[in-house]
Nanobody, 126 residues
Framework: QVQLVESGGGLVQAGGSLRLSCAAS????????KGWFRQAPGKEREFVAA????????YYADSVKGRFTISRDNIKNTIYLQMNSLKPEDTAVYYC???????????????????WGQGTQVAVSS
């Protein structure tokens, strides 16, 4: 069993930065693929970024590529999402997720993730 708790959300002006954290419990967390998803008001949840457990490869949605960076600290059982050059359209509830044996081709597929955090709100003002 893996439990995930996000933190680091808040209100920031456009062009600013935030770093989200996702702390995990569970001894095998390091062997899971980790991802970040977000859900804006009135929209479906969408993929943001993922990092694999085996090769430490990263994968990003086109909308955040070059602005966001996903990373992990296996000792601290924590993953991070560094968000730079934030835009009003980045406003959403951000969720971290963990999935076991997620193929690279499925990194953006929500249903492939087994565990989810409760979400943290990010609001970007113009």
């Amino acid at each position: 069993q893996v439990q995930l708790v996000e933190s680091g959300g808040g209100l920031v002006q456009a062009g600013g930065s935030l770093r989200l954290s996702c702390a995990a419990s569970g001894r095998t967390f390091s062997t899971y693929t980790k991802g970040w998803f977000r859900q804006a008001p009135g929209k479906e949840r969408e993929f943001v970024a993922a990092i694999t457990w085996s090769s430490n490869s990263t994968y990003y949605a086109d909308s955040v590529k070059g602005r966001f960076t996903i990373s992990r600290d296996n000792i601290k059982n924590t993953i991070y999402l560094q968000m730079n050059s934030l835009k009003p359209e980045d406003t959403a509830v951000y969720y971290c997720a963990a999935g076991y044996a997620v193929r690279y081709s499925d990194l953006a597929v929500e249903s492939r993730y087994d565990y989810w955090g409760q979400g943290t709100q990010v609001a970007v003002s113009s």
